[in-house]
């Protein structure tokens, strides 16, 4: 996929995006007015990746966000997916004075100790897409991905009228959003689709990594029916690469199609769906994420309670272990409603 390309209409999209912070209205406050005072402080952002279109898009959301004034932002860090370099990062936000943080830590297990740090410092933080395992946060900011797998596997398993190869490219099972979608696919394939083969391969959401297992899979197999990519902006076009230069990419009523179900939801997977290249993906809302991560992170300022239940967004507030989380909602996308304008994809092709 042409990630420029990606930047270009995220770049684009900058009229529709984020609403003023104010009129969100989310589902907060556990006692009688549940509002809190106002926002103040500034707060610490750090981005996880620029080696995937969809992080790209919501880096962009972001910056649009700063930009209208939802919160008054230090400046923005990149961690390059390195747990080492988000340490560093939060670091620097506390020296500087942050009085909130954003975060999307991809090591889920590896970021307790910051996440202690800075609730010693009672400094509120919000985790974007992940769910840290341990250290309390303010909110976890979501969909559920649980229902990822377990959409792709009903998906596959539908498609494929329950018999069959399927390879499984995972994310890095360091993350809860790789065990969590992983978890869900095996034990749905298991319970409702027996006869299908799954071909586990860890990925650490590499997509070079993806399209090296993918190649021994198939010099063993010499075909698969499905593929489910955990993360369609990092595993793409690695897959279509290969498939079209082993000549499998059949279209869809080809008896040798593969069938293909992916995550995230960029301008490029519905570009593909409607290609007939692949055949669905469960829409992230990139734009829903980087809104309602700096909508909480100025809640979190305003010392504002959370309680449990529904949002006037279309989401779930659940209570977590060591926080709560924002589910927000993620569709699944197939030729069918590819082109629905709702689609925060299709926001930016048209921006």
Known sequence: MNRNRART??????????????AAGCNRG???????????????????RTDSDFWNSYNQYLKKGVDDGVVSALPIT??????????????????????????????????????????????????????????????????????????????????????GKVVEFQGDLASINGRDRSEAFKECMDSKFPDIEVFELPTEWKGDVASAKLQSVLA?????????????????????????????????????????????????????????????????????????????????????KVKEGPTDHGSTIIKIPNGYEDQLPAPLVTKENVDDPKLWANQLEKG
């Open 30 to 48: 556990s006692d009688d007015d549940g509002k809190g005072g106002t926002a103040s402080g500034k707060v610490g952002i750090d981005t996880p």
């Open 9 to 22: 209409r995220a770049t684009a999209a900058c009229a529709i995006l984020l609403t003023v912070v104010a």
């Open 220 to 304: 063993k197999e010499g075909h698969v029916n499905g593929i489910y990519m955990q993360a369609g902006g990092v595993f793409l076009q690695p897959t279509l690469a290969l498939l079209e230069q082993k000549g499998m990419l059949k279209p869809p009523g080809d008896p040798e199609h593969v069938t293909i179900i992916s995550n995230d939801g960029i301008p490029e997977e519905l570009a593909a769906i409607r290609e007939g290249k692949i055949d669905a993906t469960v829409s992230q809302p990139a734009d829903l994420y980087a809104q309602y991560a700096l909508y909480w992170a100025a809640e979190a300022l305003k010392g504002t």
């Open 78 to 163: 990149n961690s390059q997916n390195d747990i080492a370099k988000l340490v560093a990062n939060v670091q620097t936000f506390t020296s500087q004075g942050a009085k909130a943080v954003i975060m999307a830590p991809q090591d889920t297990g590896a970021i307790a100790s910051t996440l202690e740090e800075l609730a010693g410092k009672k400094i509120p933080v919000v985790s974007v897409d992940t769910r840290p395992d341990q250290g309390d946060v303010y909110m976890v900011v979501r969909a559920d991905n649980r229902a990822y797998g377990q959409k792709a596997c009903e998906y596959l398993g539908e498609q494929l009228k329950g018999k």
